[in-house]
T-cell receptor, first 110, second 111 residues
Framework: KNEVEQSPQNLTAQEGEFITINCSYSVGISALHWLQQHPGGGIVSLFMLSSGKKKHGRLIATINIQEKHSSLHITASHPRDSAVYICAVREGGGADGLTFGKGTHLIIQP | NAGVTQTPKFRVLKTGQSMTLLCAQDMNHEYMYWYRQDPGMGLRLIHYSVGEGTTAKGEVPDGYNVSRLKKQNFLLGLESAAPSQTSVYFC??????????FGSGTRLTVV
């Protein structure tokens, strides 16, 4: 079973700061997902990666397959970015779902 | 709006009661999943389905049953609820295990 570790577990930063959240996994994967969950809310998919880098607005996700590591960056952070960010991986092409990290709780203070 | 709809959003059960959680998707996705989310733990897979009429066990299936009689619906049943089943339940669907769409969750408390 893949072990998915995220760091840090909790992060508090000031508005405007550059944020980095890390995810490492133990077994080779076919895809990695970054998800966002606001307090009391549902889960929204941000990125799906199998290689390289993706950018959407102020969010950037990178993955290094050889290192078994991914990072999620937020530029010019804003209080509305406060949420739990979850890393999840899929092994192979099977249908048996994702393996999830425990999440990083991010708070952006004004 | 296209997406995954879960009902109910909140429920309180007494130990031993039964209930069914409904998940409905309108994206024509083949794959559907039920996860539970507990404090300090990542989401864990309960059961999943790769198509109408098929279901399979995930990581934590004990105490739950599922059915997929129609492609758009995936039901999660608790036959005899226990306090250990207090959790937030998320349904998700995907097209061939690529992009995933999640529901808004069901917060279940068993007393």
């Amino acid at each position: 079973k893949n072990e998915v570790e995220q760091s840090p577990q909790n992060l508090t930063a000031q508005e405007g700061e550059f944020i980095t959240i890390n995810c490492s996994y133990s077994v080779g994967i076919s895809a990695l997902h970054w998800l966002q969950q606001h307090p009391g809310g549902g889960i929204v998919s941000l990125f799906m990666l199998s290689s390289g880098k993706k950018k959407h607005g102020r969010l950037i996700a990178t993955i290094n397959i050889q290192e078994k590591h991914s990072s999620l960056h937020i530029t010019a952070s804003h209080p509305r970015d406060s949420a739990v960010y979850i890393c999840a991986v899929r092994e192979g092409g099977g249908a048996d779902g994702l393996t999830f990290g425990k999440g990083t709780h991010l708070i952006i203070q004004p | 709006n296209a997406g995954v709809t879960q009902t109910p959003k909140f429920r309180v059960l007494k130990t031993g009661q039964s209930m069914t959680l409904l998940c409905a998707q309108d994206m024509n996705h083949e794959y559907m999943y039920w996860y539970r989310q507990d404090p300090g733990m990542g989401l864990r897979l309960i059961h999943y389905s790769v198509g109408e009429g098929t279901t399979a066990k995930g990581e934590v299936p004990d105490g739950y049953n599922v059915s997929r009689l129609k492609k758009q619906n995936f039901l999660l049943g608790l036959e005899s609820a226990a306090p250990s089943q207090t959790s937030v339940y998320f349904c998700a669907s995907s097209w061939k295990a690529y992009g995933y769409t999640f529901g808004s969750g069901t917060r279940l408390t068993v007393v």
